[in-house]
T-cell receptor, first 117, second 109 residues
Framework: GAVVSQHPSWVICKSGTSVKIECRSLDFQATTMFWYRQFPKQSLMLMATSNEGSKATYEQGVEKDKFLINHASLTLSTLTVTSAHPEDSSFYIC?????????????FGPGTRLTVT | RKEVEQDPGPFNVPEGATVAFNCTYSNSASQSFFWYRQDCRKEPKLLMSVYSSGNEDGRFTAQLNRASQYISLLIRDSKLSDSATYLCVVNANDYKLSFGAGTTVTVRA
């Protein structure tokens, strides 16, 4: 299957700092990537849809100025959590859309576990 | 109402048993359906797509009932390694996915 990498896999930062997370599709080009957040024992919640070369589309309730998304190439999207606070601690997962036959399948990166102290 | 609803379980079954569970979705325009598997503290991994006619992949069988808007997953001859959370995933267009909260399955020796 398609491979998506994510870096870093975990990060601990102090409140008020910014954290950048990278998502890469390694063996295919992804015009669309997605950023999710998952709290313990909850489902994945879509934060934003990232399209190469254009502005990301944010879901309702997600602050675009706090969660900056850049999709500079067909294989790389980045999420920057600005001025992180403890409530931003979560599991952040990216995915990339891949056309498999007649269906768009999504393949996920391994996730980034963010802890803000 | 949530877009995708699942019985959270947990389903505790012995090795070799058959376990089955469903999920329901609210958007009748949904086009694609999937089962993903998520292990603790890991990312979801695609288990199988679900087709209208139903499909099988080894010990896993998925069914889709569009009239009643539910999807099922059946696992035969359960293995210890099948212990995981199974996510029901639906999308109404080519891109955005809606996730259920997951059904936890624990297979015991």
């Amino acid at each position: 299957g398609a491979v998506v990498s994510q870096h870093p896999s975990w990060v601990i930062c102090k409140s008020g700092t910014s954290v950048k997370i990278e998502c890469r599709s390694l063996d295919f080009q992804a015009t669309t990537m997605f950023w999710y957040r998952q709290f313990p024992k909850q489902s994945l919640m879509l934060m934003a849809t990232s399209n190469e070369g254009s502005k990301a589309t944010y879901e309702q309730g997600v602050e675009k100025d706090k969660f900056l998304i850049n999709h500079a190439s067909l294989t790389l999207s980045t999420l920057t959590v600005t001025s992180a606070h403890p409530e931003d601690s979560s599991f952040y997962i990216c995915s990339a859309s891949y056309l498999a036959g007649r269906t768009y399948e999504q393949y996920f990166g391994p996730g980034t576990r963010l802890t803000v102290t | 109402r949530k877009e995708v609803e699942q019985d959270p379980g947990p389903f505790n079954v012995p090795e070799g048993a058959t376990v089955a569970f469903n999920c329901t979705y609210s958007n009748s325009a949904s086009q694609s359906f999937f089962w993903y598997r998520q292990d603790c503290r890991k990312e979801p991994k695609l288990l199988m797509s679900v087709y209208s006619s139903g499909n099988e992949d080894g010990r896993f069988t998925a069914q889709l009932n569009r009239a009643s808007q539910y999807i099922s997953l059946l696992i035969r001859d359960s293995k210890l390694s099948d212990s995981a959370t199974y996510l029901c995933v639906v999308n109404a267009n080519d891109y955005k996915l809606s996730f259920g909260a997951g059904t936890t399955v624990t297979v015991r020796a």
